[in-house]
């Protein structure tokens, strides 16, 4: 069993309160899942507006299939709209 992690941290560029902030996020969060068939959670920074860390997990067999999912979600975040990323890393367990 192979797990890849994927921890992104966004500059929400156009959110001027938390309210917005969690719209964003909840719409990235739901269309991550609903893409990509994997586990998302904001786990930082959830008390400022401009900011946002979310973590994503994929769990496969298959070390390449991981890489290739976890590097498609990424690609996927960098071109949502209202969001720029700060930082990203990938880790991969198990194998």
Do not use: C
């Amino acid at each position: 069993m192979i797990i890849g992690t994927l921890r992104v941290r966004l500059h929400l560029r156009d959110a001027h309160s938390l309210k917005e902030k969690r719209r964003v996020i909840k719409s990235l969060k739901d269309q991550i899942t609903n893409r990509f068939h994997i586990s998302v959670a904001e786990v930082g920074d959830q008390d400022e507006w401009h900011l946002a860390e979310l973590g994503m997990a994929a769990v496969g067999t298959d070390t390449p299939f991981i890489h290739s999912v976890l590097s498609s979600v990424e690609t996927f975040v960098r071109y949502f709209g209202g969001v720029q990323v700060v930082d990203a890393q990938t880790e991969t367990f198990g194998g």
